[in-house]
């Protein structure tokens, strides 16, 4: 079975550009969860979904960042406008379980650098 | 409420055995284990609930101290792919689940 799928896997861009990170989970799993991992701040949860629903948004950091999820396998993370400060690797897991009870499934990550 | 993690890096020698610890200032529903290796995604271990151990992986085993609120991670006769980052996570009651800050582990030949 294929594993959670996560495009694009590098990502440069411009301060002031947008960026969409985009994820797929995997088939009949309900939550999604999206990560970001730097040095300084280690794993932090951003936003989780449980059956397409966004369930807790605490920890995107500001109005820059938004998160859908426009069906059950698919859910998109976009940064409008991008700063040097978001660079970071952008993770997204998905789980048969809510709120990351169970086991996380990882992708491999984004790796975005604003220059 | 992020968990407290230690020690932040350990090195050994192939053979060797490591403990992490895993700690929390309040009381915990569950530990969770993960590694990652540079360069790729956190991968699951294990997942220890109230009450005990649920289950172990390769010669890495743990145990889950409810009442001092802690969990240990035994690295038995390491071998060198088991070099990576590991983080506990912890889930308390009612709230989302919160990785550490991660234990560096380099095992060398």
């Known amino acids: 079975d294929a594993g959670v799928i996560q495009s694009p896997r590098h990502e440069v861009t411009e301060m002031g550009q947008e960026v969409t990170l985009r994820c797929k989970l995997i088939?009949?799993?309900?939550?999604l969860f999206w990560y970001r991992q730097t040095m300084m701040r280690g794993l932090e949860l951003l936003i989780y979904?449980?059956?397409?629903?966004?369930?807790?948004d605490s920890g995107m950091p500001e109005d820059r960042f938004s998160a859908k999820m426009p069906n059950a396998s698919f859910s998109t993370l976009k940064i409008q406008p991008s700063e040097p400060r978001d660079s970071a690797v952008y993770f997204c897991?998905?789980?048969?379980?809510?709120?990351?009870?169970?086991?996380?499934?990882f992708g491999e990550g984004s790796r975005l650098t604003v220059l | 409420q992020q968990p407290v993690q230690s020690p932040q890096a350990v090195i050994l020698r192939e053979g060797e055995d490591a403990v992490i610890n895993c700690s929390s200032s309040?009381?915990?529903?569950?530990v969770h284990w993960y590694r990652q290796k540079h360069g790729e995604a956190p991968v699951f271990l294990m997942i220890?609930?109230?009450?005990?151990e649920q289950k172990g992986h390769e010669k890495i085993s743990a145990s889950f101290n409810e009442k001092k609120q802690q969990s240990s991670l035994y690295l038995t006769a390491s071998q060198l792919s088991y070099s990576g980052t590991y983080f506990c996570?912890?889930?308390?009651?009612?709230?989302?689940?919160?990785f550490g800050p991660g234990t560096r582990l380099s095992v060398l030949p």
């Open positions: 897991a998905s789980s048969l379980v809510q709120r990351g009870s169970g086991e996380l499934f």
């Open positions: 220890l609930l109230k009450g005990g």
């Open positions: 979904f449980n059956n397409n629903v966004p369930i807790d």
């Open positions: 309040k009381a915990l529903y569950s």
């Open positions: 996570g912890t889930e308390y009651y009612g709230q989302n689940f919160v």
């Open positions: 088939s009949g799993h309900n939550s």
